[in-house]
């Protein structure tokens, strides 16, 4: 509000209030709420005699304000009101509800502020105009500035809203009270006036609590949210809430986790480093924050290798040609893609399932089953599907070092075209399945607590033929599942 719309209101009378009657029972309402006793009100001005009167004795201001000035107003007819030196304008109606009437008493405050409204029904115009004007004098305003804006509000002990606003409440004297979490409580008794607006500011406190920090070994360094703190010092005040520990001592793996001091409480944690790590561990740089933030994870990569030549069980196979495959006679270049998704603790690793789509380009001989010659085969396809592989991880600062292992089936597909002197045999298709032992062997590298890149060596071997070694270059993200899954 300008500086002289403020003086407008110290020199002017805050009750007076000007009244107006739109609609056609403008007058017969008029004539029902002076029956009723709204004329008697203090700073009334129900009729256009005692409006108009009010408005002469009116001193204008040297300046208009933002009604001259061109300055935005929040609302032009609230601050002519400010202007005319009147408290409020009060807009009344009334209109047929059902077998009787309804009335509305509109207030609107000058300057700024929102309007309130009463309501009143009756089965005659008086009745309900006494109903409304019963209503309007029970209920006051109270306006509530309050820091945090989350606060709950009570008045009188009973939920009254949440964050600052104007707020209905009856005349009288109350008790209003603000809380929110990790604050403290904030109380007030504020006394209404009956047809006036009350004001109240709570500002409430963050709340502390005591935390006592145990940690072992005893050297070690401790911090929360990032800043040193003592420990195995006795309590100390933290600030209630949520908040980042981290404890970390040379030869020894990292601990981090969240804590919840409550507030005005008293939280009390005890870390334990366990044993320290031995050997050539012990001199390796401990895991950063980030590569044990979240425990499951999706990946995909791109796989290049080759496969290695070898016989093929044609008894699990079946064609749509005459003859089987019984060797690949060379080895095969080999171009896919990896995805998978798993779980990493701080040590052990399980990927629940891993599935690799790849394609080998060109034509390699092959020899056909039953007899001796030569024929090709060409536009191999290989789907191999890890369920369930598991292994181990060793976390160094962001580098996280890894190996991975399990069954796998391997499923293969690819055209047999027979040699040119055998006319009589046509061209077919060969599916064919394997179950082999996979190895992965890598290192990933954690670029944040979510994104992570990765490089490893992949390998088939043994129990059955057609092994293949790749190089796998790919990207994952991590994350942490909602509690419950």
Known sequence: MAPWLLLVFLAAPPEVVLWHFPGPRGDALRQALVAAGAAEMPGQRLDEAAIAEHLRAAKWPASLGCLEDGAPCDDAAQAGLALVGAAARLDASADRDGEGFRVTLTRVPAGAGAPVTFEGRGATL????????????????????????????????QPLGQGPGRYPVAP?????????????TAEETVRVLADRAAEVALTLQ?????????????????????VPVAHGTGAFDVLAGKHALHVEAEGYDTHDETIEVPPGGRLQVKVELGAPRSGLLSDLPPPHPDTLAHGYY?????????????????????????????????????????????????IMMVEALGITLGASPGEVDATLERVTVDGTAEDLSRVV?????????????????????????????????????????SKGEIDHRIFLIGLEIGTRYQFTSDWFGTAALGFDFLPGERGSAALILGVGYALQLPEGL
Request: hydrophobic letters at 40%; proline letters at 7%; aromatic letters at 6%.
């Open 298 to 346: 999706a990946r995909g990569g791109l796989r290049l290798g080759g496969i290695a030549s070898g016989s093929v069980d044609a008894g699990r196979g079946s064609g749509t040609t005459r003859s089987d495959v019984d060797e690949f006679a060379d080895a095969q270049p080999l171009v896919g893609v990896d995805v998978a998704l798993g779980w990493r603790g701080r």
């Open 385 to 425: 599907i890890r369920p369930a592989w598991v292994g181990a991880r060793y976390p160094i600062e962001r580098f996280e070092p890894y190996v991975l292992g399990g069954l796998e089936l391997v499923l293969e597909s690819f055209d047999i075209t027979p040699p040119a002197d055998r006319p009589r045999w």
């Open 126 to 157: 008086e009745a309900a105009a006494t109903t409304a004007l019963t209503a309007m004098r029970g209920t006051s305003i109270l306006e509530v500035a309050v820091t945090p804006p989350e606060a709950q509000l009570f008045l009188d002990g």
């Open 172 to 184: 009288g004297e109350h008790t209003i009270r603000a809380e929110a979490p990790a604050h403290v």
């Open 206 to 226: 963050a709340a502390n609590g005591k935390l006592v920090l145990d940690v072992a070994p005893k050297h070690a360094k401790a911090t929360l949210d990032g």
